[in-house]
């Protein structure tokens, strides 16, 4: 299958503006064949620490225009968007919405405390996977890619993670760094996609990358894109999970 990583800028706060600056994006992406497409975290809002104005309830606008694109496109779109739940509590839900109407909610485990989140978002407690066409998919969210644990977990099912995040420049090499040691310790394809922009002074640096399960780099993690938007694409399959896996069988020797 062919993934899309999206590396865009975010209209702060006007999810309306910035679904249709992606609009144009989420087609080149589909254009050049790819039929998993990536976005980035809170993909149109921006990171905001204010829920009670930009959450909207789950099958909300944001959630609908994933789903409107994914049945235009006949592909699969995955973005985190900030919701409301049933029970009131806001989470920061990335979305795997499919061509034929479904949709995936998986909630990010681990909030940002450093930036508050924790305080505005409740937590996640349950990982996700979802099997795509024969693809075996496992959504985090931004921060949850500190935690390897979190990864090592699913590692076994899993063909390809995919990290929307609003990773901050000042970090910008430890976002290069982890998302390399992902694929590499789990063996596993992870496509990471940054926002580009600015918010007030903090900076975002792209960095979007798909990484095979050697850690190679199949496409972005480009200097020449690091403040601007870009797509990037490259075919991941889950024959070279195997292969990989049956030539250096490396995950039977974890403990724990």
Known sequence: M??????HDIAWEQPERTREHVRPLIAK???????LIVLAEMFATGFSMQPERIAEDEGG??????????????????ASIAQRGPDGNYRNNAIVATPAGTVTRYAKIHPFSFAGEHERYTAGTERCTVTIEGLRVSPFVCYDLRFADEFWALAHDTDVYVVPANWPTPRH???????????????AY????????AVRELG?????????????????DDPADESREAVY????????VRDVRAKFPFLADRRG
């Open 173 to 187: 090499e430890h976002w290069r760094a982890l998302l390399r040691a992902r694929a590499i310790e789990n063996q």
């Open 204 to 220: 975002h640096s792209g960095g979007s990358a798909i990484i095979d399960p050697l850690g190679t780099v199949l496409a972005g």
């Open 190 to 197: 992870v496509v990471g996609v940054n926002r580009v922009g």
């Open 2 to 7: 062919r993934a899309a990583a999206i590396q």
């Open 29 to 35: 992406a589909a254009a050049d064949g790819a039929r």
């Open 233 to 240: 694409c490259a075919d991941i399959d889950p024959a070279t």
């Open 61 to 78: 606008p944001s959630e609908q225009y994933l789903l409107d694109a994914a049945a235009e496109h006949d592909a699969y779109l995955v």
